[in-house]
C-alpha cells in the first residue's frame, strides 16, 4: 500500500531563515505530487503540484519554492522565511483513478 | 475557477444522534468530484467521503451519507449514530476532473464537537 512521510513534523524558524521541508512517497510510481498549507483556522490552499520529475507548477505567487528531485521525493523550500510564511504544511499524492488526495501528517512551521 | 463555501463554522451534536455538515460549492466544470474530509486533532487529513458528480445517487460510507444536489449546487455531509472520535474539523472540497484532479478547492472548515 501506499504511505506518505513529512518531515520535519514541528519547525520554529526566524525571520529571514532558510526552510527545507520534505516529503516522500512509498508504494507508487510517478506519482502527482501536492504542496497545501492550512494557515490558522483556516481552509487549505494549493502551493504548488508535480506531475513528474523536475516538473513543478506554482498556484499562487509567493516566498517558497518546490524542487521534485526524485520521482518519490517532493521538497518544499525557501530562501528567507517570512513571518506570513507561518502555518501547517500539508504533501499529499493523487489518485488518478478516483481523484483523491492522500495527506501526509503535515509540518507545522512557525516563524518567529 | 471553483469555490467552496462552508457557512457553517462549528457544530455539535450528542453522542448517537445525527448531525449534518452544510456546503455549497460553484463551479464552471463539467467533470468534478466532491469530497469530505477529516481532520482530527492529529492534523492528518483523513478522506471520509467522496461524490462523483456524474453520479445521481448520493454516496455512503458506513455512518457517512451525502446529500448531493448538483443543480443547487450543494453536498451535505450526514453523520448518524455519532461517536466521540467523530469530533474534529470537517473540509467539504472540490476538485475539476482530467489532469486537474489532485487540485482541491477546500471550504474554509466546521468544527464538530461531539458530547457525550
Known amino acids: 500500500s501506499q504511505t506518505i512521510h513529512q518531515w520535519p513534523a514541528t519547525l520554529v524558524q526566524p525571520v529571514g531563515s532558510p526552510l527545507s521541508l520534505e516529503c516522500t512517497v512509498e508504494?507508487?510510481?510517478?506519482?502527482?505530487l501536492y504542496w497545501y498549507r492550512q494557515a490558522a483556522g483556516r481552509g487549505l490552499q494549493l502551493l504548488f503540484y508535480s506531475v513528474g520529475i523536475g516538473q513543478i507548477s506554482s498556484e499562487v505567487p509567493q516566498n517558497l519554492s518546490a524542487s521534485r528531485p526524485q520521482d518519490r521525493q517532493f521538497i518544499l523550500s525557501s530562501k528567507k522565511l517570512l513571518l506570513s510564511d507561518s502555518g501547517f504544511y500539508l504533501c499529499?499524492?493523487?489518485?488518478?483513478?478516483?481523484?483523491?488526495?492522500?495527506f501526509g501528517e503535515g509540518s507545522r512551521l512557525t516563524v518567529l | 475557477a471553483q469555490t467552496v463555501t462552508q457557512s457553517q463554522p462549528e457544530m455539535s451534536v450528542q453522542e448517537a444522534e445525527t448531525v449534518t455538515l452544510s456546503c455549497t460549492y460553484d463551479t464552471s466544470e463539467s467533470d468534478y468530484y466532491l469530497f469530505w474530509y477529516k481532520q482530527p486533532p492529529s492534523r492528518q487529513m483523513i478522506l471520509v467521503i467522496r461524490q462523483e458528480a456524474y453520479k445521481q445517487q448520493n454516496a455512503t460510507e458506513n455512518r457517512f451519507s451525502v446529500n448531493f444536489q448538483k443543480a443547487a449546487k450543494s453536498f451535505s455531509l450526514k453523520i448518524s449514530d455519532s461517536q466521540l472520535g467523530d469530533a474534529a474539523m470537517y473540509f467539504c472540497?472540490?476538485?475539476?476532473?482530467?489532469?486537474?484532479?489532485?487540485?482541491?478547492?477546500f471550504g474554509q472548515g466546521t468544527i464538530l464537537t461531539v458530547h457525550p
Open positions: 508504494g507508487t510510481s510517478n506519482p502527482n
Open positions: 499529499a499524492w493523487g489518485d488518478w483513478n478516483t481523484g483523491e488526495l492522500f
Open positions: 472540497a472540490s476538485n475539476a476532473g482530467g489532469t486537474s484532479y489532485g487540485k482541491l478547492t
